[in-house]
Nanobody, 115 residues
Framework: QVQLVESGGGLVQSGGSLRLSCAASGAIFSINAMGWYRQAQGKQRELVAT???????MYADSVKGRFTISRDRAKNMGYLQMNSLKPEDTAVYYC?????????WGKGTLVTVSS
């Protein structure tokens, strides 16, 4: 099993920045990719960004050029740097780990972008 704990959410003005962190523990060796998803109120959870073990990153079109996903494997940490935030980025952000044992999720961290 893999345990994931997100942090770094909060309230920010439009155009501002936040960095989300995801602390991973447990069967770290089994992680093939880490990612970030988000769920806005009344909407389905959607992919924001993913990063594979070989460094391949993928982003949703809505965040390309504004968000950057990264991972510090030595610290067992994942990050999502979010710049030029917009009100439509308001959501609960979830860390995800895709492993050989299945997918694991954190409990989420709320990001609110005010206009």
């Amino acid at each position: 099993q893999v345990q994931l704990v997100e942090s770094g959410g909060g309230l920010v003005q439009s155009g501002g920045s936040l960095r989300l962190s995801c602390a991973a523990s447990g069967a770290i060796f089994s992680i093939n990719a880490m990612g970030w998803y988000r769920q806005a109120q009344g909407k389905q959870r959607e992919l924001v960004a993913t990063l594979t073990n070989v460094g391949t990153a993928m982003y949703a079109d809505s965040v390309k050029g504004r968000f950057t996903i990264s991972r510090d494997r030595a610290k067992n940490m994942g990050y999502l740097q979010m710049n030029s935030l917009k009100p439509e980025d308001t959501a609960v952000y979830y860390c995800n780990a895709a492993t050989r044992f299945g997918e694991f999720w954190g409990k989420g961290t709320l990001v609110t972008v005010s206009s």
